[in-house]
DNA sequence: CCGCGAATTGTAAACGTTTACATAACGTGT
DNA sequence: ACACGTTATGTAAACGTTTACAATTCGCGG
């Protein structure tokens, strides 16, 4: 059942067959009932493969992202998904499970074929041979957006679609600041993620702006999950005097901190103000409702896979990141600290 | 950059660098320099494209599922993975948002070579002409298997990886039975999700069996979402008298019903008690930790995507549903009712 | 140095499309 | 009915691999 087949039964050439599938229109009323009956009798299906590889276009496209089930990327696949519909392309999914993977192994995807272009919404170690190499032999730089993540250096020549992490961190701690608290502990991500880090260089700059002093001890690495959060807010807790504000450097990890300042017997934000980055659809359900810094997640991920489209059909989409606002929503997880901190 | 020309550079046919890239134990070590030299030199990559054109093989496996970013499905997709990365298949991703699609949508990817296999972990509506018209063609069954979801009759010559989901529920439901509670509130999923129907049967049957009447008032459609199960509970918490514990048919619904328990004032599991079915990462962390009932997502992963190998490479892998064990895990959520309950 | 089996390499066809180009059929105005 | 421009169809090559089969080379015992 190929193309051959439906044209010998048809009574007409595979090209008439080939145009009847791609543009009808192209094609004679009466030829067009000839071919649709030959291909309904055989049950005939086009070979997807054999015209990817004719047209030389996979119309794939791997996200590669730290881990699904991560309600944060929910939105931001939905948005990559809606162009991605639009434009006719597959989504293949690629998790990192917070490993840092060479940047070389995603192009390569490119290169060999496997698909069109690459979202990265994880953050990469920096490239061995690298796609300056690669372009010495001919290649253009492969269709490589990043989305959500800060840009390494070494990657500066690829686009990106984020909010400003540092900015955002920077508001969300002075808005601890103005509620009267002096000393924020912070939970960090993996220092892998230049995006969490960039969360941590706002922090430290609110605090600097406010003339607050930060202790070593109150910067604790969550891990970007849940337990290494709990951890975290452990080590925090037992700090004397302890902090009486937690900024998390994301949700997940704030849903982990609030946990154990629960178990340790303390009332949020009563005690200890937690406040939290992405509103994910949890953080208003939490007990109290969680105060967190919103991402326009499928903005990005449009914005993200569209951008992308372009640079696969050869359009030039320059290099500058685009930033996407962010907007600070405060819930009930902070307040003023205790009588006795002021 | 094609094989032609690294042929051409090392002075070998086309044959030897294909066989150089595909077993390279069968070229002599003298004609393996040559080539590897020629391929270093020219930058050249394989063209995944023409490759699996050529062998008829996508090395693509869909995964259906009805939300990313919903933390139950991490596991599932960890196991399958770990099979793929093994047998060297990529992993597409679609969303269904909740809404089914037609059977037949499915097996045309197959059919038209899309990709290799289906894994099914999303309910689908009955076909329209059905594997059977397409089988008068001369095609095999599409190898397809469901994971998680129960399968539908017409599609019980498909196997499947699942937890016997009625008798977990109905588990569950003798547990809070047990506990001494009457009655019981469900919240039930989507009429279209087989999976929670289920669940409910296990309800219903469980409470049948410790001889308690079922209010038809104390089951509501949580929607499969926060906020359905929000609405959900509610109502539940509405009726008067009310119940005095709730089932949920997954975590996500109960972390929203959860939510609505306390908005009102009520205590858990003092004042109702609550159970969830999946046991996700934040049953453990939720306040008061959930009582819920665990599946071996991993494992139906791995055992979901195994079976889908086995069936694309023509073995004959049955069609009997695959039970894997499930465990309740009793935390803080349950416990007796209130004394003047009782 | 010859001959023989095994190991290695080369030749060329095939996979199912799409598409440039050539050819044929059509419809229109005269 | 003719010629002409337009539109529809056919012919055949090409895309980059893999692989059956044929041809060559190798290693080695005689």
Redesign the pocket.
């Known amino acids: 059942m190929?193309?051959?087949e439906v044209a010998r039964i048809a009574g007409?050439?595979?090209?008439?067959v080939?145009?009847y599938?791609?543009s009808p229109e192209?094609?004679?009323e009466?030829?067009r009932k000839k071919v649709q009956e030959a291909i309904r009798s055989t049950g005939y299906a086009?070979?997807t493969l054999?015209?990817n590889?004719?047209?030389g276009k996979t119309s794939l496209v791997v996200v590669v992202l730290p881990s699904v089930g991560d309600p944060f990327f929910e939105g931001v696949m939905r948005g990559i998904w809606r162009v991605a519909d639009a434009e006719g392309y597959s989504i293949l999914i690629r998790e990192t499970q917070f490993n840092t993977h060479e940047f070389d192994d995603y192009s390569e995807i490119v290169f060999s074929k496997q698909a069109d272009g690459i979202i990265l919404l994880a953050s990469t170690s920096p490239f061995t041979s690298g796609p300056a190499e690669r372009a010495g032999h001919g290649d253009r730089l492969p269709p490589i957006v990043i989305g959500c993540e800060t840009v390494a250096p070494q990657l500066s020549q690829f686009p990106s679609v984020r909010v400003d992490n540092a900015a955002a961190a920077a508001e969300a701690t002075a808005h601890l600041v103005q509620l009267g608290h002096r000393r924020i502990g912070f939970i960090a991500g993996l220092q892998a993620s230049l995006l969490t880090r960039d969360r941590e260089q706002g922090y430290r700059q609110a605090m600097a702006e406010a003339g607050l002093p930060v202790a070593d001890e109150w910067i604790v690495e969550g891990r970007q999950t849940l337990d290494g959060a709990r951890a975290a807010a452990r080590q925090l807790l037992a700090l004397s005097p302890r902090p009486t504000a937690i900024f998390c450097a994301n949700d997940e990890m704030a849903m982990g901190a609030m946990h154990e300042i629960r178990r340790a017997g303390l009332r949020i934000p009563q005690d200890i103000s937690v406040i939290g980055f992405d509103d994910i659809r949890y953080a208003e359900i939490l007990d109290p409702p969680l105060t967190t810094v919103a991402q326009p997640t499928e903005e990005i991920g449009e914005h993200t896979m569209r951008r992308l489209c372009r640079a696969i059909d050869g359009g030039d989409i320059g290099a500058e990141p685009e930033i996407v606002p962010h907007r600070l929503v405060v819930r009930e997880s902070t307040a003023a600290p205790p009588a006795d901190e002021s």
Chains 1, 2 share one sequence.
């Open positions: 190929s193309i051959k007409v050439s595979t090209a008439t080939s145009r599938l791609n192209h094609v004679r009466k030829t086009p070979n054999a015209r590889f004719r047209r």
